[in-house]
């Protein structure tokens, strides 16, 4: 079992930054990719960013790119999402998820809710 945490969600203007984090507990001696998603109001749930476990594989979807940038202390259990030049539509709820098993993923977060105020 894997608890994941999201914080650090708030309000802020468009062109601003924010910073996500997403403490992991439980199972965390093995290593395991971790991705972002999010979740605007009657809208589907759209992936963000990816992470290895060793930190140096990542993607991002096309909304993001050159903006938001994933990143991992395996020390601290702890994955990252700086988000910067934020604009009105990155407003949502952002999860944090973990892929276990290698196949799919399968330990979710309760989800920040992030508002970017134009």
């Known amino acids: 079992q894997v608890q994941l945490v999201e914080s650090g969600g708030g309000l802020v203007q468009a062109g601003g930054s924010l910073k996500l984090s997403c403490a992991a507990s439980?199972?965390?001696?093995?290593?395991?990719?971790v991705a972002w998603f999010r979740q605007a109001p009657k809208k589907d749930r759209e992936f963000v960013a990816h992470?290895?476990?060793?930190?140096?594989?990542?993607y991002y979807s096309d909304s993001v790119k050159g903006r938001f940038t994933i990143s991992r202390d395996n020390a601290k259990n702890t994955v990252y999402l700086q988000m910067n030049s934020l604009k009105p539509e990155d407003t949502a709820v952002y999860y944090c998820a973990a892929d276990v098993d290698g196949s799919s993923y399968n330990y979710w977060g309760q989800g920040t809710q992030v508002t970017v105020s134009s």
């Open positions: 439980g199972r965390t001696s093995s290593g395991y990719a």
């Open positions: 992470i290895s476990w060793s930190g140096s594989g990542t």
